[in-house]
C-alpha cells in the first residue's frame, strides 16, 4: 500500500485548507483511514479517521467542528478539510491505513488500529 498526503501550507490564523490523501495498493476498501498529526516536540496524534465501507468518521475533540473527513471513491482518496485554523494546529499531517482486519474497522478511532503511514504534509497556522 502507498499513501501521499498533500495539500499542506502557510495560512492565517481562521482560515482554510484541504488535504488529500492518495491510497494506492489495496484491491479492495475495507480498512480505516486516518489523519495524522504531529508538532515538534509532541507525539503523534490521530485527528481524524473514516471507515470507507460505511463513512462513519471520528474527530479529536479539539478539531471537532473544524475538520471535515471525507473520501472521493473514483480516485482513491481521503481528505481532511481544516477549518477556522488555530496557531496550535500546526504540525505535519499524515494520513494512514490500518489493516483489513474486523478489529482495525472496529477501533478505527485508536491510533494504534494504524501500521502504515505515508509522508506527510506541513501545515503552518501563523499570522
Known amino acids: 500500500v502507498q499513501l501521499q498526503a498533500s495539500g499542506g501550507g502557510l495560512v492565517q490564523p481562521g482560515g482554510s485548507l484541504r488535504l488529500s490523501c492518495l491510497v494506492s495498493g489495496y484491491p479492495y476498501r475495507t480498512y480505516p483511514v486516518g489523519w495524522f498529526r504531529q508538532a515538534p516536540g509532541t507525539d503523534r496524534e490521530l485527528v481524524a479517521a473514516?471507515?470507507?465501507?460505511?463513512?462513519?468518521?471520528y474527530y479529536k475533540d479539539s478539531v471537532k467542528g473544524r475538520f471535515t473527513v471525507s473520501r472521493d471513491n473514483a480516485k482513491n482518496t481521503v481528505f481532511l478539510q481544516l477549518n477556522s485554523l488555530k496557531p496550535e494546529d500546526t504540525a505535519v499531517y499524515s494520513c494512514a491505513v490500518g489493516p483489513r482486519t474486523q478489529d482495525s474497522l472496529i477501533y478505527f478511532h485508536r491510533s494504534d488500529t494504524y501500521d502504515t503511514w505515508g509522508q506527510g504534509t506541513l501545515v503552518t497556522v501563523s499570522s
Open positions: 473514516l471507515r470507507w465501507s460505511d463513512d462513519r468518521t
